[in-house]
């Protein structure tokens, strides 16, 4: 007779009760092992459910996500890209753009004077 073993990792276990798929429950503490590498922790995926960002479920004592809960969290919290910056002359309204134009134009003027009286002496 032989013993026929099943492979231990966390899928084969979900794929044996049958728990299989993006909506499936998932321990945060899974999630964490799974979805990030480890690399962040329950305390985190909590944090993101009080900012509004992921939605977890309580069953006992144990709290649940799902993959796609936490696809919904990562949208939510993604940054938008930063295009290349504006110089402070294309953030200025109309009124100020030309208030700089003379402002310039006087001080040109200004210089060209000053020169020209350095020339007559």
């Known amino acids: 007779m032989s013993i026929t073993t099943l492979p231990n990792d ?3 276990r979900l794929a044996r009760v049958g728990l ?11 999630a964490c092992e799974i979805y990030f590498s480890g690399r962040i922790s ?15 479920y309580k069953i006992g004592r144990q709290y649940f996500t799902s993959f796609n809960q936490i696809k919904v969290m990562m ?23 030309a208030r700089v134009a003379l402002a310039s134009a006087l001080l040109t003027a200004k210089k060209l004077r000053a020169a020209r009286r350095k020339k007559v002496e």
């Open 10 to 12: 966390d899928k084969a």
């Open 20 to 30: 299989t798929g993006p909506d499936a429950p998932l321990p945060l503490s899974d």
């Open 42 to 56: 329950v305390a985190t995926l909590k944090a993101e459910q009080k900012r509004g960002n992921l939605e977890i």
């Open 75 to 97: 949208e939510k919290c993604r940054l938008p890209s930063e295009s290349r910056r504006a110089n402070a002359h294309e953030r200025l309204t109309e009124e100020a753009k």
